[in-house]
């Protein structure tokens, strides 16, 4: 079982010509919550035969549901409406599901493998709802765009010595959103990822990690 604790803020300068009041400064908008969300990570391991190991893992999406009353600042009757509303915004961090794989190839080398999938498609989904008189109550879905995305990554593992082990890895990641659809608020691009690192045993229940990684983030 998992909790989840998210901060939602904003400060957005409103742009009031759309409006017909290019002669005055633009308003402000400000709007922040945090909020509590839950979910579950499920996981099993089969070992088929000595020294191959297959693993699947779940990740449970979380719901966090954030609520505010509007911040809004500027001169006009349209914000001094809209100021002061109550405002539910809705969002979902991503489910995610894993396969990966351990195989032993003799007393030094192992080979690992794991392949993902994150539901980015119903984190794009946000919902607003709009408790006002002023425009008269409006619930509705916006859809940012996103996509799912799929991670792969191939790694291996050299037994040096007794303590030492050492670890070497790629990895890629498809892009949540096309080059049309990216915007400054959430630049995702597709990654890829090299990574080394090495493990020391200091004794059979204790191991020191040191590790480096280099990500290209398109």
């Not at 904003?10 to 409006?19: G, K, L, V, Y």
């Amino acid at each position: 079982v998992k909790a989840m604790y998210g901060i939602l803020k904003a400060d957005t300068a409103i742009d009031r010509s759309p409006f017909g009041f290019t002669d005055r400064a633009d308003g402000q908008f400000k709007y922040k919550d945090g909020a509590w969300g839950y979910g579950a990570n499920v996981g099993v391991i089969y070992a088929p035969q000595p020294g191959t190991r297959i693993g699947l893992t779940y990740t449970s999406q979380v719901d966090l549901d954030f609520e505010d009353r509007l911040d809004v600042k500027g001169d006009g009757r349209l914000l001094d409406r809209v100021n002061n509303t109550k405002t539910k915004i809705d969002t979902t961090v991503p489910q995610t599901v894993t396969l990966s794989l351990f195989q032993q190839l003799d007393k030094q080398w192992a080979l690992l493998a794991s392949a993902n999938w994150q539901d980015w498609s119903e984190f794009g989904e946000i919902g607003v709802d709009v408790d006002t008189t002023a425009l008269g109550g409006q619930s509705t879905t916006i859809d940012a765009g996103f996509k799912d995305t799929w991670h792969l990554s191939l790694g291996a593992q050299y037994q040096a010595t007794e303590q030492w082990l050492w670890n070497v890895g790629v990895a890629y990641d498809s892009s949540a959103v096309s080059d049309s659809k990216r915007s400054v608020i959430l630049p995702m691009n597709e990654s890829w990822r090299i990574a080394t690192g090495a493990t020391y045993a200091l004794n059979k229940d204790t191991d020191i990690n040191v590790s480096w990684a280099m990500v290209w983030l398109g």
